[in-house]
Nanobody, 116 residues
Framework: QVQLVESGGGLVQPGGSLKLSCAVS????????WAWYRQTPGNERELVAR???????NYADSVKGRFTISRDNAKNTVHLQMNSLKPDATAVYYC??????????WGQGTQVTVSS
């Protein structure tokens, strides 16, 4: 059974940084793209960042230049480094992936709160 376990969220002041991690078990990892999404109450999940099996990345316009997605194929882990955080980054963050489309049930996510 595939498990996606997100961690690393928390409370941070505006301008601060957090690094999220997603541990993937029960699935092959390296041939897949992986992505981070976020969701706020009453809204749909939105794509934040994506990384292909070859390491090509793309980002939502709102986070370009401040967030960095990376992957560690040896550890089946995806990371999201978030710098210069703004209050509008407050959300529950989720990871998911697949070969061409998202392939897995969503995990529990990790809460990020940006507030002074």
């Amino acid at each position: 059974q595939v498990q996606l376990v997100e961690s690393g969220g928390g409370l941070v002041q505006p301008g601060g940084s957090l690094k999220l991690s997603c541990a993937v078990s029960g699935s092959i990892f390296s041939p897949y793209f992986w992505a981070w999404y976020r969701q706020t109450p009453g809204n749909e999940r939105e794509l934040v960042a994506r990384i292909t099996s070859g390491g090509i990345t793309n980002y939502a316009d709102s986070v370009k230049g401040r967030f960095t997605i990376s992957r560690d194929n040896a550890k089946n882990t995806v990371h999201l480094q978030m710098n210069s955080l703004k209050p509008d980054a407050t959300a529950v963050y989720y990871c998911n992936g697949g070969r061409t489309i998202l392939n897995f049930s969503w995990g529990q996510g990790t809460q990020v709160t940006v507030s002074s």
